[in-house]
């Protein structure tokens, strides 16, 4: 999982509130620091169903553990998680006072994300798509899981779609630069350019490699 930011639909976290209880104790609440709040939402066997916390959580997912540590995110950030009626994490949201998210999980990662990041005058904002992983695998044993899909603009670079193969590797890149020029860029599996598309002064070219 990527340490995930882990998640899902806040529709169906509210049609299981009907028949689920909110667990937020005194007693909870005074052992945590101050100025730190949270409420879970727990099915009628118990298993969290939906988490909002104002510090980074750890991640449930298959019926372990994941320390807060290993999550992505601010350390005291806004977050809202969703659990499947197995208590695993599935989708969530986090924002912070530089950053904010959006993501969905397969059964053992990270799916997809939608994210954005500023500081001054610099931002970006990303929808990165990842591949699934064989799902019977258990967490601890997922290897890294390749992006598939990356939409990105950001004040530096402009705007970047890539789609790459099955190792993470950009093959096809769409981009309109900073300065509003476009490319359009075929790429090998060691990353040069085998045919490059653009439009310099209005006109079209096409340059095989």
């Known amino acids: 999982m990527t340490s995930p930011l882990s998640r899902r639909t806040a529709l169906r976290g509210a049609a299981l509130a009907a028949t689920a209880t909110v667990v937020a104790t005194p007693a909870a609440a005074e052992a945590e620091p101050r100025g730190t709040h949270s409420f879970t ?36 950030g806004t977050y809202l ?43 970006a904002t990303a929808l990165f798509f990842k591949q699934m992983p064989d799902p019977g695998l258990p967490v601890e044993q997922t290897p890294p899981t390749p992006t598939r899909v990356e939409l990105v ?9 890539a789609l790459n193969d099955s190792k993470g590797r950009p093959r096809i890149v769409i981009s ?17 350019v085998i045919s490059d598309l653009a439009q310099p002064s209005g006109k079209s070219k096409y340059v095989s490699g």
């Open 41 to 76: 939402v727990r099915d009628n066997r118990g298993r969290q169903r939906l988490l909002a916390d104002t510090r980074r959580p750890p991640i449930l997912i298959g019926g372990g553990v994941i320390p807060a540590e290993q999550r992505q995110g601010p350390e005291h």
């Open 81 to 123: 998680i969703f659990n499947d009626e197995n208590g695993s994490e599935r989708g969530g949201v986090v924002a912070g006072a530089s950053e904010a998210s959006f993501s969905l999980d397969y059964v053992n990662a990270q799916a997809l994300t939608l994210a954005t990041r500023w500081q001054g005058r610099q931002g």
């Open 153 to 161: 603009w950001s004040t530096a670079d402009g705007a970047v779609l």
């Open 176 to 192: 309109v630069d900073a300065q509003d020029v476009p490319s359009i860029r075929v790429l090998d599996e060691q990353g040069a």
